[in-house]
C-alpha cells in the first residue's frame, strides 16, 4: 500500500474504532508496514482525532524519522512483527470487554474458548494471555515475540488487546471480533457453555 493511501486508512479506521466506543481518551494504538519502514499512530493521540500528516514514521530499524512522536508502547509493535513477519499492520485496544476479561483471574484454560466460527476463522484457535507489564516496560518484548508466534491476536493482562493482519482493514476486523467474543465470554460466564469441539475448530482452519 501507497505511504498516503495507508495514512489516510490508519485516520478513518482509527476514528470508526474510537466512534463505536472501542477506543477512549488516547488510549489505543496502531501500526501499518510500509515497503521502506512503519506508520504509527503518535502517543497521546487519540484514535478519533488523527492527523494523517502527523502520524509518526519510523524507519525499517524502528527509529523515529517523520511525523510526530511515536506511541511509547512502540516496542510492544516491533515484538509483534517480529512475531508474525507476514503481518502488515497491528491494532492495539483498549476496548471495554477485552479489557474486563483481562482484569479476571485466570486457571489452566484460555479467557475465550472457542464460542463461534467467526472467533476461530478470525483469531484462531486461541488467543494467547500476556501477563501484565507497565505500559512502554521494554520488558514485554520477548514474551510478545513468543506468544506472538501462538496466534496472531493476544491479550494483555490488565491492559486489553494486540491484534497482527494481513492488512490494517484484517488487523481491525479481528480485533473487532475480539471484543465482541470477549463480550459473549463476559455473558456466558457461570453458564453451561457449549463451545465448538476440536473436530468443529479444525474445519475452520
Request: aromatic share 4%; proline share 6%; with cysteine.
Amino acid at each position: 500500500m501507497h505511504e498516503t493511501e495507508a495514512r489516510q486508512q490508519i485516520v478513518d479506521l482509527a476514528a470508526s474504532l474510537f466512534q463505536r466506543g472501542f477506543s477512549v481518551g488516547t488510549a489505543g494504538n496502531i501500526s501499518v508496514r510500509l515497503s521502506s519502514g512503519y506508520l504509527m499512530t503518535p502517543t497521546n493521540s487519540s484514535l478519533g482525532r488523527l492527523d494523517a500528516d502527523r502520524l509518526s514514521l519510523l524507519d525499517a530499524d524502528w527509529q523515529h524519522v517523520g511525523g510526530d512522536r511515536p506511541s511509547k508502547e512502540v516496542v510492544m509493535h516491533r515484538a509483534m512483527y517480529d512475531a508474525r513477519p507476514g503481518a502488515r499492520a497491528i491494532v492495539h485496544l483498549h476496548s471495554p470487554h477485552v479489557t474486563a476479561l483481562s482484569c479476571l483471574r485466570t486457571g489452566d484454560g484460555p479467557l475465550i474458548p472457542p464460542l463461534t466460527p467467526y472467533f476461530v476463522m478470525r483469531l484462531g484457535r486461541e488467543v494467547p494471555l500476556v501477563r501484565y507489564y507497565r505500559p512502554g516496560d521494554p520488558q514485554m518484548e520477548a514474551e510478545i515475540r513468543e506468544q506472538g508466534r501462538r496466534g496472531a491476536a493476544l491479550i494483555l493482562s490488565n491492559h486489553g488487546s494486540l491484534v497482527a493482519g494481513d492488512s490494517l482493514e484484517g488487523a481491525v476486523n479481528a480485533a473487532e471480533e475480539l471484543e465482541v467474543t470477549a463480550q459473549l465470554a463476559l455473558l456466558l460466564e457461570g453458564r453451561a457453555v457449549r463451545p465448538l469441539s476440536e473436530d468443529e475448530v479444525a474445519e475452520l482452519l
